[in-house]
Antibody
Framework: QLQLQESGPGLVKPSETLSLDCTVS??????????WGWIRQPPGKGLEWIGS???????YNNPSLESRVTISVDTTKNHFSLKMTSVTAADTAVYYC???????????????????WGQGTLVIVSS | EIVMTQSPATLSVSPGERATLSCRAS??????LAWYQQKPGQAPRLLMY???TRGTGIPARFSGSGSGTEFTLTISSLQSEDFAVYYC?????????FGQGTKVEIK
């Protein structure tokens, strides 16, 4: 079955770049009806969408983070990646990757919910 | 950016009772709304999309309603495994945003 697994350093120094990968298993990332997204959650707080990408590289980014975020996809490895530059303590969070639907139902409604999530990885920004 | 506001912040409910959670959007999102459940130390789980369609494997005691700016998630008879934090999220237009969450706790 579909599984998503985040990987990357758990500790990043302030002003440096956070880099995470999400490996997808049990499903091809090249399926055109899905995007693949990153969401984060600071400790004890709510969820913040970071950005989403599809197999062909179409990207949606959160404007509040866009200047620091790069999302990329590698269909040959069936994974996608997040890079966030110039991190500060405010970027300390659990980072989730997730599959995001992108299709129209029979009534013409477009559905773009996150239906499968990775377990998340905690990234601490500290010197 | 559309702001999603959930209420109440905390809901204390006894097992077997009904729980009603609210989510309000700062402008219309049509029916482009999802609900997620998150338990401590776990990733969010999709409960509902299209405001009222249950996700795969979600029990029938969960129901969603609403459109436009006002939405409700109802848990008809709370089970022990339902005590968790619930988030709404709109996907009407980019950027997609989440509410701040409602914690459902044991009364």
């Amino acid at each position: 079955q579909l599984q998503l697994q985040e990987s990357g350093p758990g500790l990043v120094k302030p002003s440096e770049t956070l880099s995470l990968d999400c490996t997808v298993s049990g499903y091809s990332i090249s399926n055109s009806i899905y995007y693949w997204g990153w969401i984060r959650q600071p400790p004890g707080k709510g969820l913040e969408w970071i950005g989403s990408i599809n197999y062909s590289g179409n990207i949606y980014n959160n404007p509040s983070l866009e200047s620091r975020v790069t999302i990329s996809v590698d269909t040959t490895k069936n994974h996608f990646s997040l890079k966030m530059t110039s991190v500060t303590a405010a970027d300390t969070a659990v980072y989730y990757c997730a599959r995001q639907s992108d299709y129209y139902d029979s009534s013409g409604y477009r559905h773009r919910h996150f239906d499968y999530w990775g377990q998340g990885t905690l990234v601490i920004v500290s010197s | 950016e559309i702001v999603m506001t959930q209420s109440p912040a905390t809901l204390s409910v006894s097992p077997g009772e009904r729980a009603t959670l609210s989510c309000r959007a700062s402008q219309s999102v049509s029916s482009n709304l999802a609900w997620y459940q998150q338990k401590p130390g776990q990733a969010p789980r999709l409960l509902m999309y299209g405001a009222s369609t249950r996700g795969t494997g979600i029990p029938a005691r969960f129901s969603g309603s609403g459109s436009g700016t006002e939405f409700t998630l109802t848990i008809s008879s709370l089970q022990s495994e339902d005590f968790a934090v619930y988030y709404c999220q709109h996907y009407n237009n980019w950027p997609w945003t989440f509410g701040q969450g409602t914690k459902v706790e044991i009364k």
